[in-house]
């Protein structure tokens, strides 16, 4: 294994302890951009409607959707501003077991470094053609409006973006915030998710999601909603949200 896979490979895990890297193909069904999932999302769909059928379809939708994408977003956030390597989309195989998208196979090929903002162009235009590729693909499997997956998809790289300090402590709030906007501006989805400060009650300021999409995780029977839901009241979210950072603080 290169050096540069290897420094990847520990960055991620380091970032989200799910990003399990491995240089050889899983036993397990997989998903790959450059092929026809289709099988692998029908496969992964049914297992949501079997987990949680009184859900709904508009749950089913979004869990799977999510779970399609969110392993690419972060590992182009940990390649862009931990590595500073241009990742190659195209080669990543996502593990697929049991209605859960985690772990992920590269080749060990060498990874070719470059300057951030150029691995962040790169990046940000590989995952544009994947989010067309798993739309289309989804869309013979289930409904997945065009604005609902590009509001999912941009929660999660604001999401990513504020889970840098797990790799970069000393990132700040304002070059975080920065970052999200020349990612979503790069992506083409700069109104479709925001974020905002939420002060404790030392007035320590810290980001959170202000997000436009529901997941519709509480169509579930033991479900609820979430404390970033846009359903919710602003002022109720930054409630639920200062209370959740207050305990794991």
């Known amino acids: 294994m290169t050096t540069s896979t290897q420094s990847l490979f520990a960055m991620a895990k380091r970032y989200h302890p799910a990003l399990q890297g491995d240089t050889s193909l899983p036993l397990s069904d997989a998903l790959l951009?450059?092929?026809?999932?289709?099988?692998?999302i029908r496969t992964l769909y049914q297992h949501w409607q079997r987990q949680s059928p009184e859900a709904g379809n508009r749950y089913w939708a979004a869990r799977c959707w999510s779970l399609l994408?969110?392993?690419?977003?972060?590992?182009?956030?940990?390649?862009?501003?931990?590595?500073?390597?241009?990742?190659?989309?195209?080669q990543i195989v996502q593990h697929l077991k049991q209605g859960v998208v985690a772990g992920y196979?590269?080749?060990?090929?060498?990874?070719?470094?470059?300057?951030?903002?150029?691995?962040l162009s790169i990046a940000a235009n590989q995952?544009?053609?994947?989010?067309q590729t798993f739309f289309n693909q989804c869309q013979s499997i289930f409904n997945l409006r065009p604005?609902?997956?590009?509001?999912?998809?941009?929660?999660?790289?604001l999401s990513g973006l504020i889970q840098l300090t797990t790799?970069?402590?000393?990132?700040?709030?304002k070059q975080i915030q920065e970052l999200a906007i020349q990612w979503?501006?790069?992506?083409?989805?700069?109104?479709?998710?925001?974020?905002m400060l939420i002060f404790l009650n030392d007035d320590t300021p810290h980001l959170a999601l202000n997000r436009k999409s529901c997941c519709f995780n509480y169509c579930r029977a033991d479900g609820e909603l979430c404390s970033t839901c846009p359903k919710l009241s602003l002022d109720e979210r930054k409630r639920r949200i200062a209370q959740e950072l207050s305990t794991h603080a």
């Not at 196979?105 to 903002?117: F, I, K, N, R, S």
Request: aromatic content about 4%; glycine content about 4%.
């Open 33 to 40: 951009l450059g092929q026809d999932n289709t099988q692998g």
């Open 167 to 173: 790799i970069e402590p000393s990132i700040t709030n």
């Open 184 to 195: 979503l501006a790069e992506l083409g989805w700069s109104n479709e998710s925001h974020l």
């Open 69 to 90: 994408i969110w392993q690419p977003i972060y590992l182009s956030i940990v390649a862009v501003h931990g590595c500073q390597i241009k990742i190659p989309l195209e």
């Open 105 to 119: 196979t590269l080749t060990p090929d060498q990874l070719q470094h470059a300057p951030e903002q150029l691995c």
């Open 127 to 131: 995952l544009k053609q994947m989010h």
């Open 147 to 157: 604005n609902f997956a590009s509001r999912l998809a941009a929660d999660i790289v």
